[in-house]
């Protein structure tokens, strides 16, 4: 069997379990009328539902061409958006030691999105070429 409904349907599903959990975090921020956590519901959306659904949707339509690349990119991006939610939270709650977690889970990130770059632009080259 191809790894490419795995790997897509793997973005997918944490897409969208990353979207109840940071909309349930919104609307606790919004009842609170705290607004601390802000930026945890914010990357926890971004990074977690559009992220990971926008990268599932796209290896769903492209397909996985290069399927090691395509794995460390959602290696990469799981641990980091794993390790980045709580550390951050943390952070924000004035959990100073925190924050080496936070910048290597940015680095775990950074990494994904550049392997992913990477996949992208190997893929519309080859099919314009
Ligand atoms: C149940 C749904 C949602 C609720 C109740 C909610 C609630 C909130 C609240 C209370 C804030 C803080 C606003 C402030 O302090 O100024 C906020 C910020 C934010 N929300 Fe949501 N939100 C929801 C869904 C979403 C979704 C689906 C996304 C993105 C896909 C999103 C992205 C953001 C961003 C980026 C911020 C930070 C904005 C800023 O600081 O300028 N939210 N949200
Ligand atoms: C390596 C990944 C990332 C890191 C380490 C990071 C870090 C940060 C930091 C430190 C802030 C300032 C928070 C504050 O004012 O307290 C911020 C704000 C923000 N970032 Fe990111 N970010 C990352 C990726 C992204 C991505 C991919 C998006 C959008 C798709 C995004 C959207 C935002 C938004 C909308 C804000 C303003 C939210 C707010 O103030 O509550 N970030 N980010």
């Known amino acids: 069997m191809s790894v490419q409904p795995k790997l897509s349907s793997r973005f997918l599903v944490i897409g969208v379990l990353a979207a109840p959990l940071g909309m349930t975090l919104g609307i606790l921020m919004a009842a609170s009328g ?16 559009v992220g990971f659904f926008l990268h ?30 709580p550390s951050l939270a943390a ?3 004035g959990y100073k030691s925190a924050e080496p977690v936070s910048a290597f889970a940015s680095l775990l990130l950074i990494i994904a999105y550049l392997l992913f770059a990477v996949v992208v632009i190997r893929d519309t080259t080859r099919r314009a070429g």
Do not use: D, I, K, M
């Open 91 to 93: 952070l924000l709650s």
């Open 34 to 49: 705290n607004h601390q956590l802000a930026p945890v519901h914010a990357h926890l959306l971004l990074l977690g539902w």
């Open 56 to 85: 599932g949707l796209y290896y769903r339509l492209a397909g996985v061409t290069q399927p090691a690349l395509a794995g460390w990119h959602f290696n990469f991006a799981f641990v980091g958006v794993l390790l980045l939610v």
